[in-house]
């Protein structure tokens, strides 16, 4: 229903991944909404996504999940990194939010759940705390939008500043935190951001 | 012949004994499982329901006419609302059983408990990340959580090593915990000893180790 009022058309809707599959296998779409915790049990939207990306790697794929756990998000950005979100179903609850979610996954882009981003920054890796606590309040805020995935022009937006001055916070905050700039590349970025807020964690 | 009655009722001693502790056993595994099913209850229904409220309430604001702000705002408001509500329901449902420890197994669940904690605290499980350990999982988590909680406050490094053993033929988890004082074992030993685990604590030179085996079946 949100969707529709949001102006977009729901071309199909499943009660499961395999379901959806076939669905999806004799209408087009340009993204698909899909709940971690669908059937087939115990995280069928991971499965269903895997496939689907693999019989169609344009189609857009949105998780709306009552959780937001960075494990889940790290199995996502494995099934790939580009025009995929992941976010909490209640937080799409608006058809701002809702629309501008797609819009992003349709350009292509990651689209990470804020609340889940804010914690990987606020909350960063054992061995990162330091590296983090450097940033300059300004750049905090930068890191959590490039963590939610946001494109520069994207950061500068939210942030009401120009896109050269969020360009310099970048510079800045990769050389504080020591990573390969790459600002060329938006999906890139983002996991190099990820990778770096867990490292602790995923190391072993 | 009098030897008989002694020699009987020693055997059906150790048959209490076993029953006993099998008995123990199957209430621990049926707590678990009682509490998985309402963290599942609590997901499929009242959070379900709240967070189908929030996009109808999304839906609704589209209808309002234009210039009516104190209702857009109202509207708002109870999204706002919803969410407070919903963050409380996650956080009831993690302390009833955590839906990462059910979906994706002990490492996970452990390694985002100590991202909570915010110390030192290192999960080594080598190539047995996504390994699951079966009944082991919630003994050793929620044998875990109030331990380590307070361990880590000393700010003190700890380490966790989980790997995969077998003991007379069937499965078992070993967990290996340094850097952490024997009250941690301590809170562990229960759950564990209930699925007939053990729990042994050792002094050594740089500190204490507790060793923990528990069966996973």
Redesign the interface.
């Known amino acids: 229903?949100?969707l529709q009022?949001?102006g977009h058309e729901v071309v199909a809707v499943a009660a499961g991944g395999d379901e959806l599959r076939e669905l999806l296998a004799t209408t087009p779409a340009d993204v698909a909404v899909l709940d971690i915790?669908m059937p087939p049990e115990?995280?069928g939207g991971l499965t269903t996504a895997e496939r689907l990306r693999e019989v169609n790697p344009d189609m857009g794929l949105l998780f709306l999940s009552?959780?937001a756990?960075?494990?889940?998000l790290m199995r996502i950005l494995r099934i790939g990194t580009e025009s995929i979100g992941y976010r909490?179903?209640?937080?799409?609850?608006?058809?701002e939010a809702?629309s501008d979610t797609l819009a992003r996954i349709e350009a292509g882009e990651i689209v990470i759940e804020p609340v889940l981003a804010k914690r990987l920054v606020d909350?960063p890796?054992?061995q990162r705390k330091d590296a983090v606590a450097t940033l300059s309040e300004r750049e905090l805020d930068v890191l959590r939008l490039m963590a939610e995935g946001r494109s520069n022009g994207g950061i500068a937006a939210q942030l009401f500043v120009s896109a050269k001055a969020v360009e310099k916070h970048i510079a800045s905050i990769f050389t504080k935190l020591d990573l390969h700039p790459d600002a060329s590349v938006n999906h890139r970025r983002v996991l190099a951001v990820l990778r770096y807020l867990r490292s602790?964690?995923d190391e072993? | 012949m009098r030897l008989e009655p002694a020699g009987a009722s020693l055997t059906s001693d150790s048959a209490n004994g076993a029953g006993d502790a099998e008995a123990w056993r199957r209430g621990e595994l049926a707590e678990w499982h009682r509490r998985r099913l309402l963290e599942r209850k609590l997901?499929d229904g009242a959070?379900?329901r709240?967070?189908a409220l929030?996009?109808?309430?999304?839906?609704l604001?589209?209808l309002v006419p234009e210039g009516n702000a104190p209702l857009i705002e109202g509207i708002d408001d109870v999204?706002d609302e919803?969410?407070a509500m919903?963050d409380e329901l996650?956080e009831v449902a993690a302390h009833i059983y955590p839906?990462?420890l059910?979906?994706?197994g002990l490492v996970?669940a452990l390694?985002?408990l100590?991202?909570?904690l915010?110390?030192?605290?290192?999960?080594?499980?080598?190539p047995h990340?996504e390994t699951r350990f079966g009944a082991a999982e919630p003994a050793v988590y929620f044998g875990l959580v109030d331990g380590l909680a307070a361990a880590a406050r000393s700010g003190k490094p700890i380490e966790i090593v989980l790997t995969p053993g077998v003991s007379a033929g069937r499965p078992e988890l070993l967990v290996s915990l340094t850097g952490v004082g024997p009250e941690v074992g301590e809170a562990l030993s229960d759950r564990v000893r209930a699925l007939g685990g053990t729990v042994k604590i050792s002094t050594v030179e740089c500190g204490e180790t507790t060793e923990v085996r528990v069966p996973c079946e």
């Open positions: 229903m949100l009022a949001a915790r115990p995280d009552h959780y756990e960075s494990h889940y909490l179903k209640e937080k799409v609850g608006s058809v809702l909350r890796g054992a602790q964690r072993d | 997901h959070a379900m709240a967070s929030v996009l109808r309430l999304g839906v604001r589209e999204q919803l969410h919903l996650r839906p990462l059910e979906e994706a996970p390694r985002e100590v991202a909570q915010d110390a030192p605290v290192r999960i080594v499980a080598g990340a």
